[in-house]
Nanobody
Framework: QVRLAESGGDWVQPGGSLRLSCVASGRPPSNLGVAWFRQAPGKEREFVAAIPWAISRTYYADSVKGRFTISKDNAKNTVYLQMDNLSPEDTAVYYC??????????????????WGQGTQVTVSS
């Protein structure tokens, strides 16, 4: 069973950058990828980006495309989310998530079984 732990959240000014990390401990070969989601106060959790372990493909929400970059280090079982040109609208708790074994990464929240504890990102001046 995969266990996920996020880190890297912080306060940053608009236009700034942050890099989040997600370590997938105990990841079985049947875990096919990891996604990032976020949840702002009073809003539903939403898809941000996803990456499969085995192939060079990435997926992004339209709201972050061109500003965020998801990447991976297979040897470290770690997925990163580089966030540039941040705006106050990016303020949220950011979660990494893994789908059920042998399931590919998708966008719906309900498709994910494993979640980290979340890391807070605050963008304000």
């Amino acid at each position: 069973q995969v266990r996920l732990a996020e880190s890297g959240g912080d306060w940053v000014q608009p236009g700034g950058s942050l890099r989040l990390s997600c370590v997938a401990s105990g990841r079985p070969p049947s875990n096919l990828g990891v996604a990032w989601f976020r949840q702002a106060p009073g809003k539903e959790r939403e898809f941000v980006a996803a990456i499969p372990w085995a192939i060079s493909r990435t997926y992004y929400a339209d709201s972050v495309k061109g500003r965020f970059t998801i990447s991976k280090d297979n040897a470290k079982n770690t997925v990163y989310l580089q966030m540039d040109n941040l705006s106050p609208e990016d303020t949220a708790v950011y979660y990494c998530a893994a789908p059920p074994n042998n399931r590919y990464v998708t966008r719906p929240v309900a498709d994910y079984d494993y979640w980290g504890q979340g890391t807070q990102v605050t963008v304000s001046s």
